[in-house]
């Protein structure tokens, strides 16, 4: 093995706007996007709704 082998890479990946990085040697994967979730299901407001429907003036 050498030893740009037990390196990250930096990885294109087409159509996204950033590259992604290889698993760091021994890491432990962890699920992607999962706190992301989590937090937008559970933590809803009384003006949520509004707030998603509304557009900004410059737009």
Request: proline share 12%; net charge negative.
């Amino acid at each position: 093995m050498s030893p740009s082998d037990d390196r990250q890479r930096v990885v294109r990946v087409q159509g996204a706007r950033r590259a992604r990085l290889t698993p760091a040697p021994g890491a432990v994967e962890a699920p992607e996007g999962a706190d992301d979730d989590a937090a937008s299901a559970s933590e809803t407001g009384p003006n949520d709704e509004r707030m998603r429907r509304e557009v900004p003036p410059h737009y």
